[in-house]
């Protein structure tokens, strides 16, 4: 374990780094109030709804992150469909809206992009939005990662780090040929499923049908179903552990870096994107960074270096590594009450208490389905968060390996089963 001491004050800095803290979460909140003023001014948009989905719906987001948006158009209480040309003219109508209301910088509008997308940053933040229309499969997919999340809380601090490690090696790009944010969970979703012994089932003993084909009809009874398949599957799985796995991040971190050498090893749909010019940039970012991790000369400086981006580096460097006490090699958090809030419903109730004592009710942005806020609890390798059905769990099946056929679906409407 001493072997890994360094790295695990480091790992422990760089997510007190990148996690979001309150403020994030009420810019985000801010940033979506905004929005939803600017479409109610316009007139083919009435009635829709603004809806956060991706990192920030699945509580994997950094306080750098992008915040991913879904105007999701009136059909009563019916999933509405809107086909490509109908999104292309609405995210039209809100470019113009936009520019016109002021307040935006850096529109882009990507109208011939396989789901059409409105790219905005509000002037006031260096926050970047990603806005479409009816994207309710990037919603249910972002909810399923928050549900893998609760199994085990190491799973989100290994996002996060993963997702700080391939942007300081600029692997985490879509745009120039490497990886987007959800083929890097899938990675770390394998690496979690094939430990000795195994931190995550498989996917589909979570939810073994096609999440796509089940968003039909009424939507709170078609995500109702979905989401209580899933809790009661995560629940049997964890009532299934017998022998837990106790690796710290760090060592997860270094053994999900020895494990995953070959992207292109990995299922079509999980690096879609990924070009073959950036293939030796990628086989070399994990390699160099295991290497500099298992030296013998491991030290501060080089660690960080491996791990975060420069203006992450200056941060840290300024701040002296806490020596706290470390429970298997993961740091004792602070108490919940005393960090940010760890849920977007959690804040989201927050944030209306504060618009009720300045202007009275505020009107609900998200789903009914949405979790119940409740305090965050960095488990132990032997408890994780509890639900109310998180309590009667079975045996997993051998190591996953996702199917186009069915199952979860990705950012671009391809399914992870």
Request: proline letters at 6%.
């Amino acid at each position: 374990m001493g072997a890994y001491r360094t790295l695990d004050f480091v790992i422990n800095d760089i997510l007190m780094a990148v996690k979001p803290q309150q403020q994030d979460w009420v810019t985000r909140f801010h940033i979506i109030d905004e929005l939803r003023k600017v479409i109610e001014s316009v007139e083919s948009l009435r009635g829709a709804t603004v809806e956060p989905f991706g990192s920030f719906v699945s509580n994997l987001f950094t306080r750098q992150g992008d915040l991913d948006i879904s105007v999701q158009l009136p059909n009563g209480s019916y999933i509405s469909a809107a086909g490509k040309k109908l999104k292309q003219t609405l995210l039209g109508d809100l470019l113009k809206a936009l520019r016109q209301t002021g307040g935006w910088r850096r529109l882009q509008f990507i109208a011939h992009a396989r789901v059409p997308i409105l790219k905005i940053e509000s002037k006031y933040t260096s926050i970047s939005c990603d806005i479409s229309i009816d994207n309710l499969h990037g919603y249910i997919k972002s909810k399923f990662l928050f549900w893998i999340s609760e199994i085990d809380g190491r799973f989100r601090e290994m996002i996060l780090l993963v997702k700080e490690w391939a942007k300081c090696h600029d692997i985490n790009n879509p745009k120039t040929g490497s990886f987007n944010s959800f083929a890097l969970c899938l990675l770390v979703i394998f690496h979690f499923q094939t430990c000795a012994p195994a931190i995550l089932p498989p996917l589909r003993d979570i939810y073994p049908c096609s999440a796509v084909d089940d968003l039909q009809g009424v939507r709170a009874d078609a995500e109702r179903r979905i989401a209580e398949t899933c809790a009661a599957n995560i629940a049997r799985f964890k009532s299934s552990i017998s022998r837990p796995n106790r690796s710290s991040l760090s060592e997860l971190f270094i053994s999900f870096l020895a494990k995953i050498e070959d992207p292109f090893e990995q299922p079509e749909n999980t690096a879609r994107a990924v070009s073959a010019r950036q293939l030796k940039r990628i086989s070399e970012a994990f390699e160099v960074t295991h290497h500099r991790l298992t030296s013998y000369s491991q030290n501060q400086p080089a660690v960080l270096a491996a791990l975060v981006r420069p203006h992450e580096v200056q941060f840290l460097t300024r701040t002296p590594v806490r020596n706290g006490n470390y429970n298997g090699g993961r740091p004792n958090m602070t108490p919940w009450n005393q960090r940010a809030l760890n849920s977007p419903s959690q804040m989201q109730h927050q944030h209306r208490r504060m618009k009720n004592n300045r202007q009275g009710p505020a009107q609900s942005f998200t789903h009914n389905s949405a979790v119940p806020p409740k305090p965050h609890q960095h488990p132990s390798n032997d408890s994780t968060p509890q639900t109310p059905s998180e309590q009667h769990q079975n045996k997993p099946r051998q190591m996953w390996k996702p199917r186009s056929s069915s199952g979860i679906v990705d950012g671009e409407g391809c399914q992870v089963g």
